[in-house]
């Protein structure tokens, strides 16, 4: 295992079994497989104990924030691991590829990737044989995306990771099963929405922010709002109060350059909250996303030649955990 991390680590561009394999000096790809495909090792131990490498290092139960992100990775075929026809939030469009959903841990100290997990499709769950082909177990049933993402929050909190929000894109904020699980948890969020969500009508969302008048946007930009382009944004309470100490939001983002480009999100968190607060957390979103791509570029993240469902985990896993090595070494944001 040391051997493949420190191939991923190595500056060779394309890490893939054979050019692991030669930085590592073996005369073949072999043994570099056998470590993905045969050995016997946890990897979810791994997994854990990149978590907590993370987190001692940039663990902030005050500004410490969870980000959940998708990625899809391209592939020929239909015999690896949950590869389908789907949508491709990397590419914007239909293509055959995989989708792994990523959790990131973000804080003033830093950023890395702590948890993984790939999505199968119904079509693939739905066949059992084709599973076992890919060795998906049989108890390994259908899991929309929400739900991959609160598995891994669950992990986070029963390790007593310190945090203090979580943050997601419309994929996850438009599920009202997910917002509901993590209020029930008294989990604070800030969830981009869908305009056309069917649990939050367009029509509602637009009639509130024109009723906002233009004296309620602040214009706040730079990093950690949302990257370095200024926006207008405004936050507005969506719900009467259950609770005095908690309360639940709409915040919106107007471009300051294209006043007509909107995006929102829905909010649940400690009543004091401010408006820069939310955007502070929103402004998080493109941390995973970075994260995905320099780990992809440094570590080798999608250079992986393996077709089943284990040795998918395995390999985004030591991805991960060079990526960690990396960014806690401070040698890149990832």
Not at 12 to 31: C, H, I, Q, S, Y
Not at 45 to 52: A, E, K, T
């Given at each position: 295992?040391?051997?493949?991390?420190?191939?991923?680590?190595?500056?060779?561009?394309?890490?893939?079994?054979?050019?692991?394999?030669?930085?590592?000096?073996?005369?073949?790809?072999?043994?570099?497989?056998?470590?993905?495909?045969?050995y016997s090792w946890d990897t979810d131990?791994?997994?854990?104990?990149?978590?907590?490498m993370v987190v001692e290092s940039l663990g902030d139960a005050?500004?410490?924030?969870?980000?959940?992100?998708?990625?899809?990775?391209?592939?020929?075929?239909?015999?690896?691991?949950?590869?389908?026809?789907?949508?491709?939030?990397?590419?914007?469009?239909?293509?055959?590829?995989?989708?792994g959903v990523f959790?990131?841990?973000?804080?003033?100290?830093?950023?890395?990737?702590?948890?993984?997990?790939?999505?199968?499709?119904v079509e693939w769950t739905a066949d059992r044989r084709r599973c076992r082909e890919?060795?998906?177990?049989?108890?390994?049933?259908?899991?929309?995306?929400?739900?991959?993402?609160?598995?891994?929050?669950?992990?986070?909190?029963?390790?007593?990771?310190p945090f203090a929000w979580v943050t997601g894109d419309h994929v996850y904020g438009q599920d009202g099963d997910l917002r509901a699980w993590l209020e029930s948890r008294d989990i604070a969020h800030v969830l981009a929405v869908p305009t056309a969500a069917t649990n939050f009508p367009v029509?509602?969302?637009?009639?509130?922010?024109?009723d906002l008048g233009d004296g309620a946007w602040t214009r706040i930009g730079g990093a950690g709002a949302a990257g370095a382009t200024p926006y207008d944004?405004?936050?507005t309470d969506i719900r009467s109060r259950r609770r005095p100490d908690r309360r639940h939001w709409l915040l919106a983002r107007r471009s300051a350059r294209e006043p007509t480009e909107l995006r929102y999100y829905v909010c649940f968190g400690p009543a004091e909250t401010t408006l820069p607060d939310l955007v502070r957390v929103a402004g998080n979103q493109g941390t995973v996303a970075e994260c995905l791509s320099i780990?992809?570029?440094?570590t080798g993240l999608d250079h992986y030649q393996v077709r089943g469902y284990q040795p998918w985990y395995r390999h985004i896993t030591l991805s991960m955990a060079a990526a960690a090595f990396l960014a806690l070494r401070h040698d890149t944001v990832i």
């Open positions: 295992m040391a051997s493949y991390l420190r191939a991923l680590l190595s500056e060779t561009e394309r890490k893939n079994g054979w050019t692991l394999a030669e930085v590592a000096g073996d005369a073949g790809p072999e043994g570099m497989q056998r470590l993905l495909n045969f131990g791994v997994r854990d104990d990149v978590r907590d005050d500004h410490g924030v969870l980000v959940v992100e998708e990625t899809a990775f391209p592939k020929k075929g239909r015999k690896s691991a949950g590869v389908a026809r789907q949508y491709s939030s990397s590419a914007g469009r239909l293509e055959n590829c995989q989708i959790l990131a841990y973000s804080s003033p100290r830093g950023q890395a990737l702590i948890d993984r997990e790939l999505y199968l499709p890919a060795g998906i177990d049989d108890g390994i049933g259908f899991a929309g995306k929400p739900v991959l993402a609160r598995r891994m929050i669950e992990r986070v909190v029963s390790a007593g990771v029509a509602r969302i637009a009639r509130m922010v024109a944004w405004a936050v780990a992809r570029n440094r």
